[in-house]
């Protein structure tokens, strides 16, 4: 007992009076435990689980301990094991999945399963549940390692594993080097989501390994859907074997609905009629039925199977039918920004949105194992966009929007012709929500000098591009100042990428082309440019100037007179103005540009690199320049240059442009911008000025304002260009009544550009 006394009779000095008392027990990592000198840590990591850190001569041992087994618990869990070996059971990918899992244990349908196979204790269930749950649905030897929030670090180099935990390393375990599921246990989760499909809900982690010497990428993605038990795979596989011999008749209006129906009825009636002991539970169904009927019993309940088994299935029916089979969550997953699937029996890759610090490629746990379903894959794809692929045209860029999604989606696909390893996906997908201005601003993409001197040149129908390589972000910089084109104004895209053109107006629209032969002709770009001109537009927007004849529309709209807005590839001036003339762009149209926007995507953000202007001789040798400019010489030709804004090494954003006005004392460095524009609209230079320092205190007051919503941006513009005059009191009114007492700084006035300077 812990608190009984000894008497030390024989004690020296001793008298027969109490001379010592037995402590109580100590835990052995207590320095003071005689019995345990070496442990330097002992502590419980889950019901019955116990981990101990000792001391060695130069480490440290990591030893667990288990429920222990008797032999009748150890048979009835060899039954289970047997039962379940060839159930596709999803394992959790982290730690934090690990903890969950076994606090969670096992689902209806599996408990259900071991119901069958197990008569023991209650104490003997438990200690079965739990080994059950760590070899088939957790990590098998790994569990309990998983289940130590304090291991950090894990090294699976030399002769076994060795750990590091947040006070003892190295820790020796006795694992060997390679066990199952090594790269799991000491994982962390950076982010789960669920992706909506249809009615199911599945879950998605993003995770990060924290193990030495195992797979080159550290950041992984993994889709977690149903698990299914033993003979699902083969209902599966016969339920859609019978959705495809179905007959029809009539059109299928809803054909989700239509699949997961039939699914359904054929699921529910196999899983019943495999059910051994179905007969005799139908039988005590009905008599208890009939017997409820009277009183004189509760109603039965059904417990023939799980209903969450048959949900499972039909999750996968309608996935392979509905869907897009092993691509069907990340299309849907808004967290991703592109998908790619590069051959058969290769990791499927992705690049996540805003998810981690870094937006690099990352794999997953989905791979095409069959190239037929490869294949069917593709083809769904191009066809969802009007494309039929085949021997003579095996490959395709298609712009889809699937059910259920809300971006647009950019797909190149191929099949095995022009691909050694089988076919090939890669799937662009556009943010859902419009980036504004404020927002770009806010995240550090831009600078508010820069948003006002875009404002101007969209609303003054000058000519921009926006130049960088894929997934630099130059759609999201077009789309996001589009507001800006007045609103009475006639903006129309033309080309493939128009679809990726974000118009919020009224007098707005989109001209489309596509490189396949229709029922009737083949529409080209030619035929666009015609139908464009017939539509009198005031602003021409041709997304991804990229082909011969985007280049050769793009080199006769710069004739036209008309606003222009565009994006191509190229990452600085030389190689836009090297490509451009390759392209059979006359060297000289590229003086009519009036501004080239490089966005850069650099270590996980996105921002304007750089903002170039280009000039002819005359302008360049007037312009005060600075060190940023010079002359790149093509095909006879001089091309000058100037540099408008760029971005520092340390995140900030440099102006060419220095005045008092807008809160800069630094001497003035003009740029032609301003003067091709006062000569556009017939007004001196100064008030082009006056305007851009006008717009840049409302570019400062939407940022103070949080005005990041991109219906609500354009409704204000519009109101401006109404009546600006009423419009700033109505802000400042409103300002009052928040108690801001500000608004935006501009008077009323009759006169464009004029200031209460």
């Not at 799980?306 to 509905?322: C, G, H, I, K, S």
Request: aromatic share 8%; proline share 6%; charged share 30%.
């Amino acid at each position: 007992m812990a608190n009984a006394r000894l008497e030390l009779a024989d004690e020296p000095g001793g008298s027969g009076e109490v001379g010592g008392v037995v402590p109580p027990p100590l835990p052995p990592d207590d320095p003071e435990a005689w019995y345990a000198p070496d442990v330097q840590a002992q502590y419980e990591v889950h019901p019955g689980v116990v981990v101990t850190i000792t001391r060695r001569e130069t480490d440290f041992a990591y030893a667990v301990r288990e429920p222990v087994l008797t032999a009748g618990d150890g048979a009835q869990l060899d039954d289970v094991e047997s039962h379940f070996a060839e159930a596709h059971l999803e394992r959790p990918r982290t730690h934090e999945g690990a903890v969950e899992t076994m606090a969670a244990g096992f689902s209806e349908k599996h408990e259900l399963a071991i119901d069958r196979l197990v008569d023991c204790t209650p104490a003997g269930r438990r200690r079965v549940d739990y080994h059950a749950l760590a070899r088939l649905a957790c990590l098998g030897d790994l569990t309990p390692y998983a289940l130590d929030e304090r291991i950090d670090v894990a090294d699976a180099e030399g002769d076994g594993v060795v750990v590091h935990t947040e006070d003892y390393a190295p820790a020796v375990t006795d694992l060997p080097s390679d066990p199952d599921f090594l790269g799991r246990f000491a994982s962390e989760r950076i982010d789960r989501h669920t992706v909506r499909f249809h009615e199911f809900e599945v879950p998605v982690v993003l995770y990060r390994e924290n193990l030495l010497g195992s797979d080159p990428f550290e950041t992984k993605y993994a889709v977690l859907e149903p698990d299914l038990l033993p003979g699902d795979e083969a209902l599966i596989s016969e339920c859609k074997e019978r959705l495809w011999e179905t007959g029809v008749e009539g059109v299928i209006e809803d054909e989700a609905a239509f699949v997961r129906e039939r699914a359904e009825s054929f699921l529910d009636r196999q899983l019943s009629s495999r059910d051994t002991r179905a007969w005799a539970r139908a039988v005590r169904h009905r008599l208890r039925a009939a017997l409820a009927e009277y009183g004189l019993a509760v109603p039965p309940v059904d417990r023939r199977y799980a209903e969450d088994r048959l949900a499972d299935l039909v999750y996968y029916v309608l996935r392979d039918y509905v869907g897009y089979g092993t691509l069907t969550v990340p299309i849907r997953d808004p967290m991703l920004e592109d998908v790619e699937a590069n051959r058969v029996g290769e990791r499927i890759k992705v690049i996540p949105r805003g998810l981690t610090d870094h937006d690099e490629r990352v794999p997953t746990n989905l791979a095409f194992d069959d190239e037929r379903a490869f294949v069917n894959v593709v083809t769904q794809l191009a066809a969802g966009d009007g494309v039929e692929l085949n021997a003579t045209n095996p490959s395709a860029k298609v712009n889809l929007q699937p059910d259920g999604v809300e971006e647009t989606i950019r797909c190149a696909v191929a099949l095995p012709t022009i691909s050694e390893d089988g076919p090939h996906i890669s799937i662009r997908k556009q943010a859902p929500d419009v980036l504004t201005p404020v927002d770009l601003v806010e995240s550090g993409s831009i600078s508010p000098e820069l948003v006002a001197l875009l404002w101007l040149c969209y609303e003054h129908h000058g000519v921009i591009l926006f130049s960088g390589p894929t997934g630099a972000g130059k759609t999201t910089l077009m789309n996001a100042h589009m507001p800006f084109v007045p609103f009475s104004d006639r903006p129309i895209s033309i080309d493939e990428g128009s679809r990726e053109v974000r118009l919020p107006h009224e007098t707005g629209v989109s001209l489309t082309t596509r490189d396949h032969e229709s029922q009737f002709k083949r529409v080209t770009m030619a035929d666009l440019m015609t139908e464009c001109n017939y539509l009198n537009p005031d602003v021409e927007v041709i997304a991804e100037v990229n082909t011969a004849e985007s280049f050769e529309t793009f080199a006769e709209s710069l004739n036209t007179g008309h606003g222009l807005i565009g994006t191509t590839h190229a990452g600085d001036v030389e190689t836009l103005i090297n490509r451009v003339v390759e392209q059979g762009l006359a060297p000289y149209l590229m003086r009519e540009i009036d501004l080239v926007v490089f966005p850069r995507h650099v270590g996980g953000e996105r921002y304007v690199g750089e903002v170039v202007e280009l000039l002819d001789e005359g302008e360049f040798r007037d312009l005060d320049r600075a060190e940023r400019s010079g002359v790149i010489h093509k095909g006879g030709t001089a091309i000058y240059w100037n540099t408008v804004a760029w971005r520092t090494h340390d995140g900030d954003f440099e102006f060419a442009y220095r005045d008092p006005a807008i809160g800069d004392d630094r001497s003035e460095v003009a740029t032609v911008v301003f003067e091709r524009i006062a000569a556009a609209t017939d007004r001196p230079t100064e008030a082009v000025r006056d305007e851009f320092h006008a717009k840049y205190r409302y570019v400062r007051y939407l940022i103070e304002e949080g005005i990041d919503d991109f219906e609500a941006l354009f409704d204000l513009l519009a109101d401006l260009q109404t009546n600006e005059a009423a419009t700033v009191e109505r802000l400042h009114r409103r300002s009052r009544e928040d108690g801001q007492g500000g608004g935006p700084d501009r008077a009323p006035s009759a006169e464009p550009g004029a200031t209460d300077d």
